[in-house]
């Protein structure tokens, strides 16, 4: 059963790094701490605007 969750985790980490590197070069993933949530946010395309609006203010 470890086997089989670490191979789905390697599968899904591939599946976050496949979608980085897709995300076009406008996204400043430099400025982003929290990578996983700059992903999962850009594929499900439901971010809130008072969550970027903080975002812009977080990272000057």
Known sequence: MAKVRASIKRLYELYLLRTLMALS??????????????????????????????HRTAYP
Do not use: C, I, P
Not at 29 to 39: E, F, I, M, S
């Open 25 to 54: 070069s406008e996204h400043n993933l430099g400025r982003t701490r929290h990578w996983k949530y700059a992903v999962l946010t850009h594929l499900s395309g439901q971010v809130l605007a008072d969550q970027q609006e903080r």
